[in-house]
């Protein structure tokens, strides 16, 4: 089966995933960390490219961001993952690949799935057992967005503001969702958009959007399709 293309809906948040090669670490030690994230302070403005939350892992990079351009997305995340690539082996005396392939993406239907996907990315760290809680990742943008610490790279998404009408108010409301965590359908729909590329949002804005786009937006379901039915040959008597 040909892969479908990939999709970019410019104006919509999208989460994206850069995972090392065969689960190898992207990162040694902070000095890493600093350069990535020097290398996205680089790009962002570049490549017309809206940083609304960030995650570092030992083996992965979680993004979420709105492009301005369908073709800003992939232009940006290559030259993030060559730039970055070039610096980690020289610095390690190492060569060939470092990440797996192409990045895995989906987009999102803001009103629904923003802060959820915010909150999954928040929660991994302690899912994975790094943190015991999600503020004490220093590697994310959690501190941020619970008023902790101020990170220029962030431009809050007008779902976020929504949580309050005061930072103070924003920050309580979202610190409380991270709290709460998300539901295991929650973040198993997160995770399988991503890996697949589908958009991730309810019936009707996938209906909305299936018009304006070349390719599907959802998986097919399984199955042969229905036959058409036809209407029955009156008999000759």
């Not at 993952?81 to 990045?103: A, C, D, I, P, V």
């Not at 629904?112 to 909150?119: D, E, F, G, Q, S």
């Not at 809680?133 to 902790?148: K, T």
């Amino acid at each position: 089966m040909a892969r479908l293309p990939r999709l970019v809906i410019p104006g919509l948040p999208h989460q994206v995933i850069l995972r090392g090669n065969n689960g190898q670490p992207v990162f040694v030690d902070e000095v890493d960390r600093q350069a990535l994230m020097a290398v996205l302070s680089q790009y962002l403005p570049e490549h017309g490219i809206e940083l609304h939350a960030w995650l570092l892992l030992p083996q992965a990079v979680h993004l979420l961001l709105t492009p301005r351009s369908a073709e800003g997305l992939s232009a940006f995340m290559q030259a993030l993952g060559r730039k970055y690539t070039r610096q980690f082996n020289q610095r390690h005396g190492r060569s060939g690949t470092l990440w797996e392939g192409r990045f895995r993406s989906t987009v999102l239907q803001p009103e629904r799935y923003l802060i959820p996907c915010m909150v999954n990315m928040d929660t991994m760290p302690v899912r994975q057992g790094l943190v015991a809680e999600a503020q004490d990742h220093a590697w994310s943008s959690h501190l941020h967005h619970i008023g902790r610490q101020v990170d220029r790279l962030i431009t809050p998404h007008p779902v976020y503001w929504q949580l309050g009408n005061t930072p103070f108010a924003r920050e309580v409301a979202y610190a409380r969702q991270v709290a709460e965590g998300l539901s295991a359908l929650e973040s198993q729909a997160l995770s399988q958009a991503t890996q697949q590329g589908w958009l991730l949002g309810d019936a009707a804005f996938v209906d909305a959007w299936q018009p304006k786009v070349e390719r599907r937006l959802t998986r097919r379901l399984a199955g042969r399709p229905a036959k058409a039915r036809t209407a029955p040959v009156p008999s000759v008597k």
